[in-house]
């Protein structure tokens, strides 16, 4: 077997592929389809400080090589995921990942507190989700360097496990957001988010979604994905986990090549519940293929032939 381990900063892995922010409910929910202590890692749905039934249907539409879905960050709330699947997920044997969003850096802060000796691997803090209204305006944090920074720095200030930033591709200077995440202490850059779009029924002339616009996802933005985990790897040296597009090994190590020390796949979880053992399953057999670690091709992308 070839050698997959990696590292997301000071956070060890067995091997690089884990599962996206809410692509796989809470986390136990894929568990009747495969062992999940076989992942590198889980990632929780995104929680908000209080419970949210998320945006009116239809929230999902399959659009060419994607989908867009404006589910609006349906949860139970803090509380309840503390009491209810925690337990759980606590019993598992691989690194277990909160996501957490606020809609004010108030808001994040307090859900921060609530997993303050919870033994959480690490948080990710949802800075860009494309499919609500955010206390700054229409703007997510993530589209801010100042409050990307804001937000970063004071969730590190309480909490002692790693903070991972999930950033948003809809800016016009990547790195500068990454950089100013890095320099409020961010452990992991998560690249990337879903971006906007909108599909319209040509036969009702209205919106596909109730939302109007959803966050488009899935094989149509891996080419994003890859360019700009890219430049992104180039600008600073936080780790970076790589997501968007992942349905096979091969796409798994294009992001690698591109930076990213591990990946995690979303949108393939849809359509087929399996789909995080294929990706793994392949990867390793083209690492073992290269004769090399999975160390040995972060960030390596030839320049030339």
Known sequence: MPDLST???????????????????YGLEFAEFFDLNKLGGVITKTLTLKPRDGNPAPRVVETPSGMLNAVGLQNVGVETFLKDKWPGLAALKVPVIVSIAGFTEQEFLEIAKAFVGVPVAALELNLSCPNVSHGNGSRCFAQSADQTRAVVQAVKKIVSVPVF?????EVADLPSIAQAATEAGADVLTLINTMAGMVIDVDSEMPALANRTGGL??????PLAVRCIYEVHKAVKTPILGLGGISSG?????????????VAVGTANFWNPRAPMIVLEELSDLVAKKGKSLRDFIGKVKQTA
């Open 250 to 262: 091969r796409d798994a190590m294009e992001l690698i090549l591109a930076g990213a020390s591990a």
């Open 217 to 222: 996802s899935g094989p149509a933005i891996r």
């Open 165 to 169: 930033a999930k950033l948003s591709p």
């Open 7 to 25: 590292s997301l900063g000071s956070l060890t892995l067995k091997n690089p592929v884990l599962v996206a922010a809410g692509t796989f409910g």
